[in-house]
């Protein structure tokens, strides 16, 4: 019985080591379409100096106040939403803004922490991907009107607190074995046994917490 528990739990070990590459190359790949977006905006700033320039010579105002308008509201969806000094923290976090605001998810953020953290990158990466895709994704059942995420970490003496909220149309779910069920595919199992697994290898503290409507993780780690 011994043995055939230390299979299974080699092979969960492979699974999740698996699916945390997929997702970190996952997180990688939206990190540098967001700097690939600043980049082009960057590379068009002449240009839209010299839009302006025609405007403001033949002035034209209404089509001066329409042309920054539409600038300010796609350099709002490029621009980075927090800048923290820790570059993995900035770099997730705000890739995952930005994909969470693509599909009219409103995200609130209060986010301060240090430069350098005790955590892996490679485990903090693990960590916020896996809230934000599991709250995207219960967000999406919701009209937009009511999608919202909020998201607040900060320093702990050296321990970095995480409190991560999200609204859903689920209602209170129930625990087995220390996991709320999910009728979701295994890929959402897997993100939510890596989490667990980082958080006790640093020897931290989590917890969940499912109401109606909304959904809760803290950690401290």
Same mark, same amino acid.
Do not use: C
């Given at each position: =019985?011994k043995?055939?528990?230390?299979?299974?739990m080699?092979?969960?070990?492979?699974?999740?080591?698996e699916?945390?590459?997929?997702?970190l190359?996952t997180?990688?790949s939206?990190?540098?379409? =967001?700097?690939q977006?600043?980049? +082009?905006?960057?590379?068009?700033?002449? *240009?839209?100096?010299?839009v302006l320039?025609?405007?403001v010579?033949?002035?034209d105002?209404?089509?001066?106040k329409?042309?920054? !308008?539409?600038?300010?509201?796609?350099?709002?969806?490029?621009?980075? #939403?927090?800048?923290?000094g820790n570059k993995?923290?900035?770099?997730? #976090? *705000?890739?995952?803004?930005?994909?969470?605001?693509s599909h009219?998810?409103?995200?609130?953020?209060?986010? *301060?922490?240090?430069?350098?953290?005790?955590?892996?990158?490679?485990d903090?990466?693990?960590?916020i991907?896996n809230?934000?895709?599991?709250?995207?994704? !219960?967000?999406?059942?919701?009209?937009?009107?009511?999608? =919202?995420?909020?998201?607040?970490?900060?320093?702990?003496?050296?321990?970095?607190?995480?409190?991560? /909220?999200?609204? /859903?149309a689920? +209602?209170?779910?129930?625990?087995?074995?220390?996991?709320?069920t999910?009728?979701?595919?295994?890929g959402?199992?897997?993100?939510l046994?890596?989490?667990?697994?980082?958080?006790?290898?640093?020897?931290?503290?989590?917890?969940?917490?499912?109401?109606?409507?909304?959904?809760?993780?803290?950690?401290l780690?």
């Open positions: =019985m043995l055939f528990r230390k299979i299974k080699m092979f969960i070990k492979e699974d999740v080591l699916y945390q590459k997929n997702l190359n997180h990688y939206e990190v540098e379409n =967001m700097y977006d600043i980049r +082009k905006w960057r590379h068009n700033y002449r *240009n839209h100096l010299q320039k025609s405007y010579e033949s002035g105002l209404p089509a001066i329409s042309y920054l !308008a539409e600038l300010e509201e796609d350099l709002h969806s490029t621009s980075p #939403v927090i800048r923290t993995m923290t900035d770099a997730i #976090v *705000n890739s995952k803004v930005s994909l969470a605001r009219q998810i409103a995200v609130v953020l209060d986010v *301060n922490v240090a430069s350098v953290l005790s955590i892996k990158e490679i903090l990466a693990t960590i991907g809230l934000f895709d599991n709250a995207i994704e !219960a967000s999406l059942t919701l009209p937009e009107a009511e999608r =919202m995420i909020r998201l607040y970490m900060d320093m702990k003496g050296k321990k970095l607190y995480i409190s991560f /909220t999200n609204l /859903t689920q +209602k209170k779910q129930s625990k087995l074995g220390g996991i709320f999910s009728s979701k595919g295994s959402r199992g897997l993100g046994i890596s989490v667990d697994a980082i958080v006790e290898k640093y020897n931290g503290y989590l917890s969940r917490n499912s109401e109606d409507g909304a959904f809760t993780t803290e950690i780690i």
